[in-house]
């Protein structure tokens, strides 16, 4: 009878067959290991800067463009107040009473239209932002591994672990290994080698904010 394993004993049980299997073929005895900060590649990048940056203008127009809708909405419930008070008065005709009714029902119809499109409107809105936003993370990473894949290479090192990866648990992936190469600041600095220059007053011609005096 066949049993199988659990998931995570038996991932952990092939990390440990890999790991051993690097470990027999070291040529020179030591098993020489490398460390990278996924975390911080992640966070420092610049393309993943951007992306962020892109998102919160993106969120920003979002929620203008539904205020401007939660705007209509109190509008017509104001006017919906003005027709309710019309509408208390004991001097109006009966007539009078039965228009502003109606109004006030077409109005109330408005309102409800008004509130089904606008949540509707950022719920789509969103929901695009968020496939958009996890299509841009998902690319930035696999740069971020390509960076690293290829940096390794260069190096005499036989594993790379990520120091900030964290198991099922919550704890450290890798709490200690001796005489480990950290790879991080050195890829990270080849990450941004191309990043756009930060707008800073000299970019701008010297401009400086008004009322701000010469030094």
Request: a positive charge.
């Given at each position: ?27 020179a ?32 127009s ?111 992936f ?42």
């Amino acid at each position: 009878m066949r049993i199988s394993l659990p998931f995570q004993i038996g991932q952990k049980t092939v990390l440990l067959i890999l790991a051993f299997g690097m470990v027999l073929s070291a040529s020179a005895g030591e098993l020489k290991v490398g460390t990278v900060n996924m975390m911080k590649l992640l966070s420092g990048f610049h393309e993943k800067k951007a992306a962020e940056a892109e998102e919160k203008v993106e969120l920003a127009s979002i929620d203008a463009a539904y205020r401007e809708r939660v705007e209509a909405i109190k509008a017509i419930e104001e006017e919906l107040g003005k027709k309710q008070n019309e509408f208390n008065d004991p001097s109006l005709a009966e007539k009078k009473r039965k228009e502003i009714a109606a109004s006030a029902q077409q109005l109330a119809a408005n309102r409800s239209v008004l509130i089904k499109e606008g949540e509707e409107f950022l719920q789509r809105q969103r929901r695009s932002l968020n496939q958009k936003m996890v299509g841009m993370i998902n690319d930035i990473r696999q740069k971020v591994e390509s960076a690293v894949r290829d940096h390794s290479a260069t190096l005499d090192v036989n594993l790379v672990f990520d120091e900030s990866g964290l198991t099922s648990s919550r704890t450290p992936f890798l709490i200690y290994s001796r005489n480990t190469v950290d790879l991080t600041d050195a890829v990270l600095k080849k990450l941004n080698k191309d990043a756009p220059s930060p707008v800073t007053l000299e970019n701008l011609g010297g401009a400086k904010p008004k009322g701000e005096t010469p030094k």
